[in-house]
């Protein structure tokens, strides 16, 4: 009996330290981009450029929604790095949110299975 509260305590502290690197994606005050980052290409309107055969311009866009409508907009060269690390910050964020959900859940089963074995045998 002894040995199985130990167990299930071991489990329970397992999932602390999970529980703590979550936190720190979670609470970080890196900025994301709630968005999506991509590249697409385009042609820029000069009838005599290369492009007005197939469109060949990398062009960076950002989609978003705000208040509930989907947006987009053209990304600068220079902007596009640091906004697809903020983009895949927000992604690694909802990832950790889920995981930290599921947790959660495990954490409750594991206590749950911990008051059991206190409980008073009645007969
Ligand atoms: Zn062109």
């Known amino acids: 009996m002894g040995r199985s509260i130990g167990k299930g305590r071991a489990a329970l502290e397992n999932l602390w330290r999970r ?3 979550l936190l720190e994606i979670l ?3 890196t900025p994301v981009l709630v968005g999506t980052v991509y590249d697409t290409l385009r042609k820029c309107g000069n009838p005599t ?3 007005a055969e197939r469109p060949t311009h ?6 978003f929604k705000k208040a509930g ?4 907009r ?3 060269q220079e902007d596009a790095a640091a ?4 983009a895949q910050r927000y992604r690694q ?3 950790a949110l889920r995981d930290f959900h599921t947790l959660q859940s495990r954490e409750r089963g594991l206590l749950k299975g911990q008051i059991l074995k206190r409980a008073i045998a009645l007969k």
């Open 19 to 21: 529980r703590k690197e």
């Open 27 to 29: 609470l970080a005050e």
């Open 49 to 51: 450029c290369r492009c």
């Open 58 to 63: 990398r062009q960076t866009l950002l989609l």
């Open 69 to 72: 409508r989907r947006r987009c």
């Open 74 to 76: 053209f990304v600068r």
């Open 83 to 86: 906004l697809r690390g903020a």
């Open 93 to 95: 964020w909802r990832m």
